[in-house]
Nanobody, 115 residues
Framework: QVKLVESGGGLVQAGGSLRLSCAAS????????MGWYRQAPGKQRELVAAATSSGSTNYADSVKGRFTISRDNAKNTVYLQMNSLKPEDTAVYYC?????????WGQGTQVTVSS
């Protein structure tokens, strides 16, 4: 069983920054992909950013140049540095990991950006 614990969400003004963290624990020995999705009210969950264990990254077009994903493989932790936040970034952010072909999700952390 894999457990993901997220932290770092909150309320910030437009133009501000937040850093999300997500730590994976459990009987894990090799994690491939880790990353973040988000879901705004009334919208589908969408991929924000993902990072593989080899260092490859992928971003949604809407966050390119503003968000940076990074990983600490030794700690099975993934981070999302969010800069120049916009009101449209408001959503619940979910951490995920792909371990042996199974997707695990965190509980979600609320990010609210005020205008």
């Amino acid at each position: 069983q894999v457990k993901l614990v997220e932290s770092g969400g909150g309320l910030v003004q437009a133009g501000g920054s937040l850093r999300l963290s997500c730590a994976a624990s459990g009987s894990i020995y090799s994690i491939n992909s880790m990353g973040w999705y988000r879901q705004a009210p009334g919208k589908q969950r969408e991929l924000v950013a993902a990072a593989t264990s080899s260092g490859s990254t992928n971003y949604a077009d809407s966050v390119k140049g503003r968000f940076t994903i990074s990983r600490d493989n030794a700690k099975n932790t993934v981070y999302l540095q969010m800069n120049s936040l916009k009101p449209e970034d408001t959503a619940v952010y979910y951490c995920y990991t792909n371990f042996l072909g199974i997707i695990y999700w965190g509980q979600g952390t609320q990010v609210t950006v005020s205008s």
